[in-house]
């Protein structure tokens, strides 16, 4: 899944939205082990920023990246299981895949 936004970027209204989803959903927050365990972490979300502003073909950039983190699997025992990755394509408007 992804969206787009038209209009100018916040990258840290974005950051503080997702910090409130991540505060109130441990499962957000949780890292899985292979032993059946559990850890809490009360680490930031990452947040992935990425520039194709420059980009010849700014939308098949982003196809490319979209995709990578699509087949990408998540290490669950080291890593939260939402980073979005968020993408500029032009000054007024970005993208982010989920």
Not at 19 to 42: C, I, P, Q
Not at 43 to 71: K, P, S, Y
């Amino acid at each position: 899944m992804y969206v787009t936004i038209t209009g100018p970027a916040d990258v840290a209204a974005l950051r503080r939205a997702l910090a409130l989803v991540t505060d109130r959903h441990l499962a957000l927050r949780t890292l899985f082990h292979a032993d059946g365990t559990t850890t809490v972490t009360d680490a930031e979300l990452a947040i992935a920023q990425r520039d194709l502003t420059t980009a010849a073909d700014r939308d098949a950039a982003f196809d490319e990246i979209r995709e990578a983190e699509e087949r990408r699997p998540f290490a669950l025992d080291t890593e939260p299981p939402c980073a979005p990755p968020w993408c500029a394509l032009t000054s007024t408007r970005c993208a982010s895949s989920w």
